[in-house]
């Protein structure tokens, strides 16, 4: 069955540091990848999309991996801040794969990032 | 405010009753999705809609669940006889996706948080 996997324990780190989350997942050939902030009791909060055919994509502190080999992608937030704490989440979609008419977007569980000051 | 907005943002009621959640998607966006999230998941597709047409629903959406696009402008969410296990996140997203386009980038609500007693 398909599966989404991301950290599933909390990552803390100290403020400065760089931020690693990962998302694997299996029996799945997603066509491209969203990754999501989401705040206790809110909506998630598009951060970035990246295409099966790119390898890297980045907006200011943010840098997104997505290796089609390892069926992974690598969410990095350098030089971290305790504002950055939150659930970040993780979203893959398949449209092609789905005959061209759907985009829903199937999320992994998301990863709680704690950054200490 | 131009972004995704939902009503009502929380909605208590007993079980057997039926509720009605609103969501109204950012201006001009042809597409309209609703998603479930419970605690300490990522949330899962319901359905969606391209305009005021509803072109596919998850096997999620029982028969107590009812969607609706009327003008292709806002949407409704329906659930008549309410369970304890509807107790959810209800998240509305929009995009506008253009025709031959992959991607399609969802934009989300700040949610209606259900509660069934």
Known sequence: SQKIEQNSEALNIQEGKTATLTCNYTNYSPAYLQWYRQDPGRGPVFLLLIRENEKEKRKERLKVTFDTTLKQSLFHITASQPADSATYLCALASPIYYGGATNKLIFGTGTLLAVQP | ?117
């Not at chain 2, 907005?5 to 999705?33: A, M, W």
């Not at chain 2, 008549?80 to 509305?92: K, N």
Request: glycine content about 8%; overall charge positive; proline content about 4%.
């Open chain 2, 1 to 117: 405010d131009t972004g995704v907005s939902q009503d009502p943002r929380h909605k208590i009621t007993k079980r057997g009753q039926n509720v009605t959640f609103r969501c109204d998607p950012i201006s001009e966006h042809n597409r309209l999705y609703w998603y479930r999230q419970t605690l300490g998941q990522g949330p899962e597709f319901l359905t969606y809609f391209q305009n005021e047409a509803q072109l596919e629903k998850s096997r999620l959406l029982s028969d107590r669940f009812s969607a609706e696009r009327p003008k292709g402008s806002f949407s409704t969410l329906e659930i008549q006889r309410t369970e304890q296990g509807d107790s959810a996140m209800y998240l509305c997203a929009s995009s506008f996706r253009i025709a031959g386009a992959i991607t399609d980038t969802q934009y989300f609500g700040p949610g209606t948080r259900l509660t069934v007693l």
